[in-house]
DNA sequence: ATATTTGCAAATAATTTGCAGTCGA
DNA sequence: TCGACTGCAAATTATTTGCAAATAT
């Protein structure tokens, strides 16, 4: 998306679209990297000195709350954000702790309505180990980086 | 499960059945309603005055490692548990916060292998109102409970 | 000029850790 | 007796809040 483009998604949330918010946004949108609020906050911090971490938690918060970002609830220590809202899953390595997204019909996975429910999320994830570290001959790192 | 049964279970698993280790089995056993840390000690507390919070966070921990319980990450703040460690899902209310499980056979849920991963834990989870808020005539505690 | 956005610093809350006392085989 | 289990208190860490300063319309 161009920051145009950005604007116009922003405010069509009902989201004025400050400087700030379109920069948070922006980095979701490009990483696609699944970040916390604390990465998102030290890695824009290098490009924006002026940044605070203040104003990225109040900006994730109001992303949420307008829907154009989803929580990651999928480590346990902290809240993992995505830009893209569209169903699907995802996958987080218990080695490199990196958060890959899975295309639900790559799954296969289907579900029916639940029944006298009301659902707004669904939501999905997998842990384990991903190809890139399934792959290293060096399977110290698995053992080592454990937390 | 029977507290002789808690103890073998505990001690298949490599857990030495210590007082307090059956009585947290026990109760995440019985009661199946996916506690807080902060929950069972609370709960247990006016039966085991002497129970400290620390006890039972090294008892999920060690849960946890052995395999008798899994984590449910479905709510933003605190970890629920569960000793139903077998697959399936769980629905969180937003308007209550109790959480139920869901049986994968009723979602008609199914996925196949994911290429190139190796899979060691799969979770799916739904947000949004349960049977008993959606039915309830007093419409305002919705509203009025929105966290 | 007026409402919104930002940011510092302090507060909160869940969880972890260090360490000492206690208990059970 | 000895190592495992327990628990207090302090530390850590993610997140929230109060409020004042900066900014935008």
Redesign the pocket.
Known sequence: MQTKEIEQYLESHG??P????IRIFLYLETRKNHP???QIFQDLLKE?P?????????????FLEKGVVIEILIH????RYDADTSMHGHFECMNCNQITDINMDDTGLHFKKLEGFKVSESHFYFKGLCPVCLGSSDKRIIINNKK
């Open positions: 989201i004025k400050s400087y700030h918010r916390s609020a604390d924006i002026t940044l605070s971490k203040t104003t990225v938690y109040n900006t994730l918060k109001l346990e220590k902290e809240t």
